[in-house]
């Protein structure tokens, strides 16, 4: 195996462990079906703003470009992507919690894995992108002003 050595070890599984896998499926379900219901509301307002921006009456000039839906639209997914990862974490927990069957469980911390992995690195892409602003908020009008 790659050279790796795999160790196994025997891990009980207490019913304080139980209770709290329980407690967590039940908060995990509840928040990737809120983050659907998000992502929902977000996609008809995209909707709504690409048809309704030429509908609505001029402002100073200028209307909603169509193109701003399309970013509503956009950005649902970064909703609906750690939603659909909560949602099947708090499946294979529960399926765990009713078979006891270990490969439940592994599945349940792989989702998990994967939700923490998404939330890091969506963590970094706006880290990075509030950086970018901060320095272009600085940089672009000193170069205006010359």
């Not at 407690?23 to 809120?34: D, G, V």
């Amino acid at each position: 195996m790659d050279g790796q050595q795999v160790v196994s070890l025997a891990v009980t599984v207490t019913d304080q462990m139980i209770n709290s896998m329980r407690s967590t499926k039940m908060w995990t379900r509840f928040l990737s079906i809120m983050g659907f219901i998000a992502s929902g509301f977000v996609i008809l307002i995209g909707i709504f703003v690409s048809l309704a921006g030429n509908l609505l009456p001029q402002a100073q000039g200028g209307k909603l470009p169509p193109v701003l839906g399309l970013i509503y639209i956009f950005f649902s997914i970064f909703y609906i992507i750690p939603s659909v990862y909560l949602f099947k974490y708090s499946s294979a927990l529960g399926r765990y919690l009713d078979n006891k069957m270990e490969s439940e469980l592994a599945s349940a911390l792989s989702y998990q894995k994967s939700f923490w992995k998404f939330m890091g690195l969506v963590c970094l892409i706006m880290m990075i992108i509030v950086v970018v602003g901060i320095v272009a908020a600085i940089v672009i009008p000193l170069m205006v002003r010359h």
